[in-house]
Every structure is written in C-alpha cells, then in structure tokens.
C-alpha cells in the first residue's frame, strides 16, 4: 500500500480536492454549449465538466477544479487515468507501429496478455484467450463460442443483469430504460431468470440462494435443458445495483451448468481486474467459469476485451470465425502488459481491500444515524449505498441523484446505478491516496446525512 501512496504522491496532479470555481465553472459550461450543438443527444453525462488532465484519484478540470475520482470512467483507470507505467509502454508501441490488424500479420504482445489471462484467471484447466475491443464485443463472442461448441441456441440471463449496449447484449441486459427503450426488436433466444439479491428478492423468493436456484432450474426445465448454449452471470452485478448474490447462488449456477452441459460464462467486465481486492470477483465465490470475461480495467482506459476459457471451447469455432479490426490492438496489449506488471506484487489488491475498510468505517454508521440508507454492500473499491424508505423499502431514486449532486457540487464524482436508480456506487481507483478517500467519503457521508434531515 505504502508504495502505491507514493506513486500518488509522487504525480503531477495535486492529489487534493480543490474548488476554484462553481461545478461546472464557466469554460466547462461554455464547451457543453458547444457540444450540444455537435454531438448527438443520445449520450447522457453524468457530470458536464471537461477534463484537462487527470491522474491518481484527482480529476482536473479545465477551470482549475480538482475533482475527487470516484468513478474511474467506469471502473476503467484504476491504476489512475495517466498511469506512468501504461503511458511509457503504449509510447514505444506508437513509435514501432500502431496497427497490423491480429488477422493479418502477428505481434508477440497479443499472445503475452492471452498467456496472462490463461494462467491468472481461475480454473485449473488448459486454456486459450480471444483479445477484442470492448466488454459488448466479449460477451458477443463468447455467445458465438458457446453456440459453436454447443450446438444450441439459447441464453440465459438473470434479473438486473447488464451485458451492454450492442443488440444482443442489450438484449441480455435487464433494465429497459435507457437501454433498451425503443431500440427494438431485439434477438430472441434470451430467456431470462432470477437472481439472488438479498436485498429485494424476486417475488415469491426469500433472500437465500436455495431458492433462487430452484426457481432457475425450473426456467431451464421450462424452456427445455438441451436449448441453452450458455448462461450468463455477473459475479456482482455491476450497473444492476453492485448486487453480490446471496451467498451458494454462483456456486449453485456452476452446479446447473454442469447437470445440464450449459457454458458457464462470468461476466468480470466490470468486476474483475482487481476491483474486488482479488484479481477475479469469481475468486470470492470459488467459481471457476468455463468462459470468463475481462474489459473496462484490463488495459486501463485503452479498449481492450478478452474472452478466456477452457481449450475445447475456445477452439470451437472455425478458424476466421472470430476476429475483429481492432481485435486485440497493439496499443492495447502493451497498455495490459503495464497493468499486469502492476499487479505483479499484490500491493493493488491489498489496497482495494484497504478502500473497503475505510469506506465502510466511515459509511456504515450512516446505517443507524439516518434511516435512509438500506444498505451498504460490494468488495474491495467497489462498494454501493443504496437509499429506501426505512420499513416499506421504496426506493428512493430522489435521494441518490440528489446526494449525488451535492457530491458533484462539492466536487466529488459519484455515480449512480441500480435497476430503481437508488443506488450511489463508489468506483476510485485503486491508487487514490488514503487521505483523498476519506476526504471524498466524508464529503458524501456529509450529503447523506443532510439529506435525511
Ligand atoms: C460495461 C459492461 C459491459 C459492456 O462493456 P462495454 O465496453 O461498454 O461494451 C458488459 N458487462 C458488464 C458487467 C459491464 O459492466
């Protein structure tokens, strides 16, 4: 941890919170003028401020602002958004070239982040690896993986589910609104089932995994075992609410899958990477998938995805079925080599444990002082406050974007997420100083509080 802080310490970007103007000063609002008129309003925006630069936990905006980074573009830098490392290995690349295209001519970075993946991803078996662009594009392929050696159609994903925004992943994906909403039709052969999220169980099931697990393999016999290639599940589900399943319910999963031949595939786009203060979330259950799924962090900020899983299936579609133009850019490969060698000595995971402990110190007494906050729940440096009316449990989207905005405000960047809009998630990077942590903590333990009053 120690050598991480200095690392923090050690940046050009002053590793404080700082307000030298409103949020957004006046450049920020005149540049989103500017982008209204030239950018599709398709694109939501979590908070209007332009960047200037930004690294370890410290966003800089273009009016002097230094903004606490609670969002890591998504759990995307978490080695800080200009880590010394990624930016010197992805220069030399630059200088020797920046494309081959992997279907045309090779590069060795490209089978080095696949041998990575092969020996650090769980699951003591003979592996190989697919590099593509972004977490959409993984969860297509492991689709057309899984149907390839499989035979079969189907797909099964869970209640609060994400898996993206392409046809078929939105399709997978729960929440209709923004997703969803009037872009279909969508694919078919997505059947969804229940997940086990303790908090709000689906109707009819108690907070358990037992019977979580029931109730799926009642959906699978329903729709008839021998149609589905594969099921889907994120080991915290991610934009969903950062719900960790009750705990048996992915063990459970692994379980089905091999009573019926099902590929097993776990979605780490978001969870993985060290997040959860293990490399893989998958680690905390003792699951292994047959396919497992690395994007967001896995070059920090340069697009990346892979697809990792057992050889049978991997070697499963013909030869020029998968690929991509992009697929595995060697910009991006050397971006991951920066963050494996990163990884190499344990101090990030022990600091995303770290993250945990402090944000629970000082958030969890906001669970008895205020009686909004229902729950306070995820691992290591991805952890979610979700807000409902004490009793009845209504959710109370109100009262996230509200606190959210008062975080903003004061200049800390918070996201929101969660099937009902309830849930504030916390996603620093793993490098943010501990200083700078609980200075933004106690800024939104602060507008917690206030907004109980
Ligand atoms: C972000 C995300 C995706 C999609 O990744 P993109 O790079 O945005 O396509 C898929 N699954 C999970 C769990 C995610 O968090």
């Not at 050690?10 to 404080?16: G, I, K």
């Not at 200037?52 to 759990?75: H, K, L």
């Not at 059947?191 to 086990?196: F, I, L, Q, W």
Request: proline content about 4%; overall charge negative; charged content about 20%.
């Amino acid at each position: 941890m120690t050598e991480i802080l200095l690392a923090a310490e050690a940046s050009t970007v002053t590793q404080t919170r700082h307000l030298a103007t409103a949020i957004p000063g006046p450049r920020s609002t005149a540049l989103h003028a500017e982008r209204t008129q030239e950018v599709t309003n398709g694109f939501g925006i979590a908070l209007p401020v332009f960047v200037a630069r930004a690294e370890g936990g410290i966003i800089e905006d273009v009016d002097g602002n230094r903004i606490i980074d609670f969002a890591s573009g998504i759990a995307v830098t978490s080695l800080g958004a200009s880590n010394k490392r990624v930016a010197e290995r992805v220069a030399a690349q630059l200088e020797a070239f920046t494309h081959t295209c992997f279907m045309v001519t090779e590069y060795d970075s490209f089978t080095q982040v696949c041998k990575w993946l092969n020996a650090n991803t769980p699951g003591d078996f003979e592996k190989r690896t697919g590099l593509f662009t972004t977490g959409a594009e993984a969860v297509e392929n492991a689709i057309k993986i899984a149907r390839a050696a499989t035979g079969r159609p189907s797909v099964l994903v869970f209640d609060e589910a994400y898996h993206g925004r392409s046809l078929l992943t939105m399709a997978m994906t729960a929440k209709v609104n923004p997703y969803k909403l009037n872009f279909g039709p969508l694919p078919t052969d997505v059947v969804r089932a229940a997940s086990a999220n303790p908090l709000r169980p689906a109707e009819g099931l108690d907070a358990g995994a037992a019977a979580a697990l029931e109730s799926v393999e009642a959906t699978i016999l329903e729709h008839g075992a021998d149609t589905f290639a594969a099921m889907v599940i994120e080991p915290i589900q991610g934009e969903g609410g950062f719900i960790v399943p009750a705990p048996g319910f992915i063990l459970g999963l692994r379980a089905l899958a091999d009573k019926y031949g099902i590929v097993l595939v776990l979605d780490e786009i978001q969870a993985g990477m060290g997040r959860t203060g293990t490399l893989f979330a998958s680690e905390h259950e003792g699951v292994a998938g047959d396919l497992i799924l690395t994007a967001k962090a896995l070059a920090n900020g340069v697009p990346l995805s892979a697809v990792t899983g057992r050889v049978e299936l991997m070697n499963a579609p013909h030869t020029g079925g998968l690929g991509g133009t992009y697929a595995g850019n060697p910009l991006a490969c050397e971006a991951a080599l920066a963050v494996f060698e990163q990884f190499e000595d344990g101090s990030l995971l022990v600091h995303a444990r770290r993250i945990e402990e402090v944000a629970r110190e000082v958030l969890e007494p906001l669970l008895s002082s205020t009686n909004i906050v229902a729950e306070i729940r995820g691992r290591g440096a991805m952890i979610a406050i979700e807000f409902a009316d004490a009793g009845s449990l209504a959710p109370r989207a109100d009262l996230a974007r509200d606190i959210s905005a008062a975080c903003h405000a004061a200049g800390v960047l918070t996201l929101t997420c969660g099937t009902h809009g309830n849930v504030v998630r916390l996603l620093p990077p793993l490098v943010i100083g501990e200083e700078l942590l609980r200075d933004g903590l106690t800024v939104l333990a602060d507008a917690i509080t206030n907004a109980a009053n």
